[in-house]
């Protein structure tokens, strides 16, 4: 496999998904990760460490398992961005996968390796990625999106858990789990989980009628936060409180409460082992398949897919 990186290069989107394929390949063989920069000269990461490299991209021979790009200085004026994404696409016709990792989808996007196709990026660079490639469909919420044989991962841990999915999709889950034990980092979150919690995005409100009424939600999720009731405890109108969440949240009442509580029984999920049924109780459900539906739209999964997921990580090396 091949790890490009540019000028600008963040370090750890190079160095999470190259250490989880060192260790795989330590482990089980079957890897070998080299480190290509667009003219073979070492890499002046954004930190500010260098880092030497293995080859020219175009000096890469032979076909190529995994291309995968990290995140660089995205400026449309970046002198990195032109002749990286350039090389990439060159490169792609060999390729069996292309990723990239954080920022890295604005070389993929250049090169128009995302055209038709969904991907994503650190969560404070989506919109700017809609906006300067309209052609592609931008995922704002998840860890990692996959669009066939390309995958674009969010912000910089992210890329190691594209890197353990790519691993367990190539060689199988007992080597992924092997790798995050040794990395001593959770298996690997779901790909549709948030990037960002929805109580961080939104408990700095200033606005005090709406504040209290997030931090009610947030505090009992299981309690009755209708919107009748939640425009009762703020003393507003139902319909002012809609424009209210609409025009500091950028989303509806509803859609915050389901997020609150989806959140709440990914915590209980995670930790526990009571019972769906219970935890959907707990988290204000009207039932199972009220919670099932919710994790789907939200998560991209079951309740119990992601209780199984999330509980075959490891807590301990």
Not at 166 to 185: F, I, P, T
Not at 219 to 243: C, F, N, V, W, Y
């Amino acid at each position: 496999m091949v790890i490009a990186a540019g000028d600008g290069a963040v370090l750890l989107d190079v160095a999470g998904p190259l250490q989880v394929f060192a260790l795989a390949a330590k482990c089980a063989g079957g890897y070998r990760v080299r480190l290509a920069s667009p003219d073979g000269r070492p890499v002046h990461t954004r930190e500010g460490v260098p880092l030497g490299v293995d080859t020219a991209l175009d000096s890469v021979t032979g076909p190529v398992d995994i291309l995968l790009v990290a995140g660089c200085d995205p400026a449309p004026d970046s002198p990195a961005l032109a002749p990286l994404a350039q090389a990439v696409r060159r490169l792609r016709e060999r390729s069996t996968v292309v990723a990239s990792v954080c920022i890295g989808a604005f070389v993929l996007a250049e090169a128009g390796l995302l055209d038709g196709r969904r991907a994503t990026t650190h969560w404070a660079s989506c919109q700017e990625l809609a906006d300067r490639y309209p052609q592609v469909t931008v995922k704002s919420d998840g860890m990692y999106v996959r669009d066939g044989d390309v995958y674009t991962a969010a912000g910089v841990t992210a890329g190691i858990d594209l890197a353990l999915a790519l691993v367990e999709r190539d060689r199988g889950g007992a080597l992924a789990r092997q790798v995050a034990q040794w990395l001593v980092v959770f298996l690997q979150r779901p790909a549709g989980q948030s990037q960002l919690s929805v109580r961080g995005q939104v408990r700095s409100s200033r606005r005090a009628a709406l504040r209290a009424v997030l931090d009610a939600v947030a505090a009992q999720p299981h309690a009755d936060h209708s919107l009748e009731a939640m425009a009762g405890r703020a003393a507003l109108s139902p319909r002012h409180l809609s424009r209210l969440f609409i025009e500091v949240l950028g989303t509806t009442p509803g859609q915050y409460v389901q997020r609150i509580r989806v959140e709440a029984a990914q915590q209980l999920l995670e930790a526990g082992d009571d019972p769906v049924e219970v935890v959907a109780r707990q988290c204000g459900f009207r039932n199972v398949e009220t919670m099932r539906k919710a994790f789907h739209r939200i998560v991209g999964m079951a309740p119990t897919a992601y209780r199984h997921q999330s509980q075959k990580g490891v807590t301990h090396a």
